[in-house]
Nanobody, 125 residues
Framework: QVQLVESGGGLVQAGGSLRLSCAAS????????MGWFRQAPGKEREFVAG????????YYADSVKGRFTISRDNAKNTVYLQMNSLKFEDTAVYYC??????????????????WGQGTQVTVSS
């Protein structure tokens, strides 16, 4: 397993941008697929974006496609989520996750075995 720490959350106006970072411990980061999930108050945790071990494949929820970009820097043991054109409905706690993910299952939270503590993103309308 890896330990994950998210950062970069905060308060932003609708239409603005934020970049989340997730720093991972350990020497095996580059072997893990990574994902971002979010959970709004009173709602279930939902998939946002995923990326394979090399960064060559990325996956997005329809609700964020074209606005969010996931990327990773294996030399820095870090995965990023660039969020542009933020909407009020993007308000949530955002979680970083790591796992040995099978193709086609990035959207499933149970595909990931390690989770960060979450970072709050609040978009004001």
């Amino acid at each position: 397993q890896v330990q994950l720490v998210e950062s970069g959350g905060g308060l932003v106006q609708a239409g603005g941008s934020l970049r989340l970072s997730c720093a991972a411990s350990g020497r095996t980061f580059s072997t893990y697929s990574m994902g971002w999930f979010r959970q709004a108050p009173g709602k279930e945790r939902e998939f946002v974006a995923g990326i394979n071990w090399s960064g060559s494949s990325t996956y997005y929820a329809d609700s964020v496609k074209g606005r969010f970009t996931i990327s990773r820097d294996n030399a820095k043991n870090t995965v990023y989520l660039q969020m542009n054109s933020l909407k009020f409905e993007d308000t949530a706690v955002y979680y970083c996750a790591a796992g040995r993910v099978i193709y086609g299952t990035y959207h499933r939270a149970d595909s990931f075995g390690s989770w960060g503590q979450g970072t709050q993103v609040t978009v004001s309308s």
